[in-house]
């Protein structure tokens, strides 16, 4: 389903289930790495972190939003 950008497996990515886990976006970004690097681990690797460091700082300003303290926001971020 990631060798190919097509609508048919765009429709297959965003339309079903795997595994009892609905990931579009996860499936979105092996398709798009694997059109550009092929099967490269290393730039799997590097978006997986790239990914979940964004997440981190999102993680981080909604704490610091929900409770006005830098230090839990720190703590939470930190944790997750």
């Known amino acids: 389903m990631i060798r ?6 765009l429709a297959a990515m965003f339309g ?3 595994w009892l886990n609905y990931q579009p976006f996860t499936h979105l970004s092996f398709a798009i790495e ?3 690097f092929g099967l490269n681990p290393t730039v799997i690797h590097f978006t997986n972190v790239l990914i979940h460091s964004l ?3 999102l993680v981080f ?3 610091l939003a929900l409770s006005g303290n830098s230090g ?6 930190w944790l997750f």
Do not use: D, G, M, P
Not at 4 to 9: A, D, E, H, P, T
Not at 72 to 77: F, N, S
């Open 55 to 57: 997440n981190v700082i």
């Open 72 to 77: 839990i926001a720190l703590i939470t971020a």
């Open 4 to 9: 190919s950008l097509s609508l048919s497996n």
């Open 34 to 36: 694997y059109f550009f």
């Open 16 to 18: 079903k289930i795997y």
């Open 61 to 63: 300003r909604l704490i």
